[in-house]
């Protein structure tokens, strides 16, 4: 029963966690691009929480912590498996194609903050056989 428990909690942390690294990127995008529009937001959150005296535990901090290093570690697993698919299917696509798929899907890993690993690129000599082979095949 303990492990079933365990698995759930780290089913609860990983998914709590990954929404906050996408709240935090989302926010982070917006005081970076929009000052202004931060300031009224963050001013209107604070009037509404003064206004309703939320009292938030002290272990929040910590939850939200180890739920942040879950979510991390999920979408760093996440992004190591569709490497492969992705380059895989890159190679399939025109060559200017694949490189703005590259990226944007690239970009997308830069404003969660998760360290994207270099794409593998196909050598010309590699991917001129290919497309010998495939005009043979036709």
Do not use: C
Not at 4 to 30: E, F, H, P, R
């Amino acid at each position: 029963m303990a492990a079933v428990a365990d698995q759930v909690k780290n089913i609860a942390y990983t998914s709590v966690g990954v929404n906050l690294i996408i709240s935090d990127a989302v926010a982070n995008s917006i005081r970076e691009q929009r000052p202004e529009l931060a300031e009224r937001l963050e001013g209107q959150a604070e009037k509404l929480f003064s206004s309703v005296k939320i009292n938030v535990p002290d272990f929040v901090e910590e939850h939200a912590g180890i739920a942040r290093k879950h979510g991390a570690e999920a979408l760093i697993k996440f992004h190591d498996g569709n490497q492969a698919r992705a380059a895989r299917f890159e190679e399939r696509l025109p060559t200017r194609v694949g490189e703005v798929i590259n990226e944007r899907r690239r970009a997308a890993w830069d404003f969660l903050n998760v360290a994207a690993p270099t794409t593998k690129k196909v050598s010309s000599k590699k991917a001129s056989s290919k497309k010998a082979d495939k005009t043979e095949e036709i």
